[in-house]
């Protein structure tokens, strides 16, 4: 090949690569607060000195981002955070797209950039539960934008007079449903101690929420059984040959009319291929993460579990999320 196709081919995966900047600097910027340092216009060396800050690679950050027009030029050598392009981490309507970014680039990205040596020396890598549980469980929440009308409709059509989440995290989702629905006693279950503290923090006068530490494939509950329990984004911490075991002990959870309803990225369906397949990469790369479940794994296991899976939707396309029920099969006994 001659040197200037190779040279051609080069440029053109930088090309391909330039949309990284803009998460790279988004997440530098939000870190640091930056975007609200320069709110209103101001110098490099104003909110350098101001904020105890190395003024040589704040100009190179502003300079980035004036390229990709995250910051505005002004006069007298100031700048300024667009509102048309970074407004969202100007309110606290950003603290999401901050947790997707700080998922991005603290996990996913450092466990994808280590995947030669992973692949050479069979090693992995181990998720720290107490450090990034508390990430996870708020990225995990902007699912609830998306699935708390199907959850809602669901309670209405139906006598729901208790609700179990497992693998709660910050108990957001029990929070949505319990400004609508005040008098269902809620459940909220996670592994994770410090996430069960925020929840417990967070949901101060909701009367009818409370919260347990507890694994669910050996959990249950002390009380009366469940009408709906909500399985969101679980499946990746299950080791596979034991999810069917999990969802048989969370089933006999249920009584008679009780339904599960079941939020996952699957892999191998057509929608979201691309992200679910970096999912699947990230979650395998992992000694105690596990790979994601395919639509013929769920129904296996909801088979095993004598259950019947129903509406089987993609709830966020790109991401390759979907929700889906189950409910117990006709005559079944409930242990």
């Excluded at 309507?93 to 991005?104: H, P, R, S, T, Y």
């Excluded at 309670?155 to 029990?174: F, K, T």
């Excluded at 079941?262 to 596990?290: C, M, R």
């Excluded at 004598?306 to 117990?328: A, H, Q």
Aim: hydrophobic residues 40%; aromatic residues 10%; glycine residues 8%.
């Amino acid at each position: 090949m001659k040197d200037w196709q190779k040279a051609l081919r080069a440029r053109n995966w930088m090309k391909r690569n330039e949309s990284f900047l803009y998460t790279w600097h988004a997440y530098v910027g939000n870190e640091l607060n930056l975007f609200k340092k320069f709110q209103s216009p101001v110098t490099v060396q104003e909110v350098a000195e101001a904020n105890q800050i190395g003024e040589d690679l704040l100009q190179c950050w502003v300079e980035v981002g004036v390229s990709i027009k995250h910051l505005r030029k002004r006069t007298g050598g100031r700048y300024r955070t667009s509102k048309k392009h970074c407004g969202e981490f100007l309110t606290e309507d950003g603290q999401q797209v901050a947790a997707v970014l700080k998922e991005m680039m603290e996990l996913h990205i450092p466990t994808l950039l280590a995947y030669p040596k992973f692949m050479q020396t069979g090693e992995r890598a181990f998720f720290n539960h107490e450090k990034f549980g508390s990430v996870v469980a708020e990225t995990s929440s902007l699912l609830e934008h998306f699935a708390i009308r199907r959850i809602r409709k669901l309670i209405r059509e139906r006598e729901i007079n208790r609700i179990i989440d497992i693998g709660c995290g910050y108990g957001g989702y029990l929070r949505k449903l319990a400004e609508t629905f005040p008098d269902i006693e809620m459940v909220g279950v996670d592994m994770n101690e410090k996430v069960i503290e925020y929840a417990q923090k967070a949901s101060i006068g909701y009367d009818n929420i409370t919260f347990v530490v507890g694994n669910a494939t050996n959990w249950h509950p002390n009380e009366q059984k469940a009408d709906l329990i909500l399985l969101h984004n679980i499946f990746h911490y299950v080791e596979p040959s034991t999810r069917g075991a999990l969802l048989g002990n969370i089933s006999n959870w249920l009584e008679e009319e009780g339904l599960i309803s079941v939020i996952t990225p699957l892999h191998g369906l057509e929608q979201g291929q691309a992200f679910s397949s970096v999912f699947n990469s990230f979650f395998t790369a992992h000694s105690n993460l596990y790979a994601l479940p395919n639509q013929p794994d769920i129904t296996s296991i909801a088979n095993a579990a004598d259950l019947t899976i129903s509406d089987l939707n993609p709830i966020v396309k790109e991401g390759g999320w979907y929700s889906l029920w189950l409910t117990p099969n006709e005559g079944r006994r409930i242990g």
